[in-house]
């Protein structure tokens, strides 16, 4: 079932993950994604493990951001193989590369010599800490971007507890970041009749997405900072625990506030409005616990539920991937790999519809091997 983008062409020539990220989200949409690799070694992250599954080796690593692309090895440096580049890119219609600044022109590349060769060419690129600007073309790995950008310093037990996402989550952002801004370029393309450049970097997508902890200092001059489970403006908004281990609540009105205290017999004296709630969380938590101290999670749930307050449990992975709401919202797709065979990937987060019909792409590829479609993809150059 072809995708909304079914007819693109994207030429990928990222490695890592906050490129990858970007295409394969577009692969997923129904463009087609032609992945160049370097010869003999591929994306850096064919050799990021363990853990390595099958024989040859494949990388999980790998295969979580490369669904839906083709792989073609290309040593850039050779003049034949960078020919076969330079026809790729005459048909694209969408060329992403995460190189540092000043790569692709010393290779010949340069985003303006690509668009005159293809002026409807849309090209993404991504870096690190952005292109220009006293630190432009700072090489930028995720973990240091979610320093540098200010997001380990909100999250963490406390202030002396920094602590990064448990995701690669500023390569992510921008790989999202970066395909949200080629859809933009390409709409605005079909009124042009020219194509684009879009950038964006870790820094910028991280930045991007402090959110309300951006306009606390940008407005009102606050820094905010790591306090762990619970959030830092709306109270009881958090992880609470429980006879048999932990749940998460969410009360962020007034009226749950009072429906949450109904139901567990608490007394909102000094605690009546959101406000006071911030201002006394220590006394908060540990009346919520205590109400909570001989009541198990699962019983906890259901009380919760019945009063209509908004609650969860913390799950481990297994337990996502094995939760039927989590298959019927099509976030598991299988496909077959050309060594390993069955393979069941997380997948896509959209769905589609037309009325009442779900018109989702439902066949995905594999991730590729390394230079899986080369042979193929020449042949195609030469019809």
């Given at each position: 079932m072809?995708?909304?983008?079914?007819?693109?062409?994207?030429?990928?020539?990222?490695?890592?993950?906050?490129g990858p990220q970007a295409t394969m989200?577009?692969?997923?949409?129904?463009?087609?994604?032609?992945?160049v690799e370097a010869p003999g070694r591929g994306d850096d992250t064919?050799?990021?493990?363990?853990?390595?599954?099958?024989?040859?080796a494949e990388s999980t690593y790998f295969l979580s951001a490369n669904r839906n692309k083709e792989s073609i090895a290309l040593d850039l440096k050779d003049n034949g193989d960078r020919n076969v580049l330079l026809r790729l890119v005459d048909r694209a219609d969408v060329l992403v590369e995460n190189f540092r600044t000043g790569v692709l022109e010393r290779?010949?590349?340069?985003?303006?010599?690509?668009?005159?060769?293809?002026?409807?060419?849309?090209?993404?690129?991504?870096?690190?800490?952005?292109?220009?600007?006293?630190?432009?073309?700072?090489?930028?790995?995720?973990?240091?971007?979610?320093?540098?950008?200010?997001l380990m310093s909100l999250t963490g037990s406390g202030p002396d507890d920094p602590q990064r996402v448990g995701v690669p989550i500023g390569d992510l952002l921008a790989g999202m970041y970066g395909a949200y801004g080629v859809v933009a370029a390409l709409h605005e393309r079909s009124?042009?009749?020219?194509?684009?450049?879009?950038?964006?970097?870790?820094?910028?997508?991280?930045?991007?997405?402090h959110a309300f902890q951006g306009t606390r200092?940008?407005?009102?001059?606050?820094?905010?900072?790591?306090?762990?489970?619970?959030?830092?403006?709306?109270?009881?908004?958090?992880?609470f625990h429980c006879a048999d281990g932990a749940v998460q609540i969410a009360v962020g009105s007034e009226?749950?506030?009072?429906?949450?205290?109904?139901?567990?017999?608490?007394?909102?004296?000094?605690?009546?409005?959101?406000?006071?709630?911030?201002?006394?969380?220590a006394r908060l938590v540990e009346?919520?616990?205590?109400?909570?101290?001989?009541?198990?999670?699962?019983?906890?749930?259901?009380?919760?539920?019945?009063?209509?307050?908004?609650?969860?449990?913390?799950?481990?992975?297994?337990?996502?991937?094995?939760?039927?709401?989590?298959?019927?919202?099509?976030?598991?797709?299988?496909?077959?790999?050309?060594?390993?065979?069955?393979?069941?990937?997380p997948g896509p987060p959209l769905r589609f519809f037309t009325g009442d019909d779900e018109t989702t792409p439902k066949d995905h590829r594999a991730p590729p091997t390394l230079d899986e479609h080369g042979d193929a993809i020449r042949a195609w150059l030469d019809t």
């Open positions: 072809p995708g909304p983008l079914d007819g693109v062409l994207v030429v990928d020539l990222t490695r890592a993950l906050a989200m577009l692969g997923d949409l129904g463009a087609r994604v032609i992945k064919r050799g990021w493990g363990p853990p390595f599954v099958g024989s040859p290779l010949g590349l340069g985003i303006e010599a690509l668009r005159e060769r293809n002026p409807r060419l849309v090209v993404l690129s991504i870096t690190g800490f952005g292109h220009d600007g006293p630190e432009g073309g700072r090489a930028g790995y995720d973990q240091i971007a979610q320093g540098e950008a200010g009124s042009t009749g020219a194509g684009s450049t879009v950038r964006t970097s870790l820094l910028a997508a991280i930045v991007g997405v200092y940008t407005v009102a001059g606050e820094v905010g900072v790591a306090q762990g489970n619970h959030h830092p403006s709306i109270a009881p908004y958090g992880l009226g749950l506030w009072q429906r949450f205290c109904g139901a567990f017999d608490i007394d909102p004296e000094g605690l009546a409005t959101n406000a006071e709630r911030v201002a006394h969380r009346v919520i616990e205590s109400a909570f101290a001989n009541t198990t999670g699962a019983e906890l749930l259901a009380r919760l539920a019945e009063a209509g307050v908004p609650a969860g449990r913390v799950r481990t992975l297994d337990e996502v991937y094995e939760w039927d709401q989590t298959a019927s919202q099509g976030l598991l797709i299988d496909v077959d790999h050309t060594t390993l065979g069955p393979l069941r990937l």
